[in-house]
């Protein structure tokens, strides 16, 4: 059974900085495609950032240059750093996972940036 846990989340002023974490279990996670994803009130959910299995990321336009995806396959372990945090990025962070051709998701973990 795939299990996605993150942590990381908080409260944080604007221009400040997170770095969320998500520990993947029962599944192969050196070949799974991973990510985050995020949902604010009453917005529909968008891509954040996502990571292959070689190492290829890939992100919104909206935090290009502001946070960084990485994975660390012996720890089963995918991270979000974010950096120059503005209010909109206030949203319940997701990981993700497609692993065989099926989409895992997280519980979520709730980031919130104040002005």
């Known amino acids: 059974q795939v299990q996605l846990v993150e942590s990381g989340g908080g409260l944080v002023q604007a221009g400040g900085s997170l770095r969320l974490s998500c520990a993947a279990s029962g599944l192969r996670f050196s070949i799974a495609t991973m990510g985050w994803y995020r949902q604010a009130p009453g917005k529909q959910r968008e891509l954040v950032a996502t990571v292959t299995s070689g190492d290829s990321t890939n992100y919104a336009d909206s935090v290009k240059g502001r946070f960084t995806i990485s994975r660390d396959n012996g720890k089963s372990t995918v991270y979000l750093q974010m950096n120059s945090l503005k209010s909109d990025d206030t949203a319940v962070y997701s990981c993700?996972?497609?692993?065989?051709?099926?989409?895992?998701w997280g519980q979520g973990t709730q980031v919130t940036v104040s002005s």
């Open positions: 993700w996972s497609r692993y065989g051709f099926v989409d895992y």
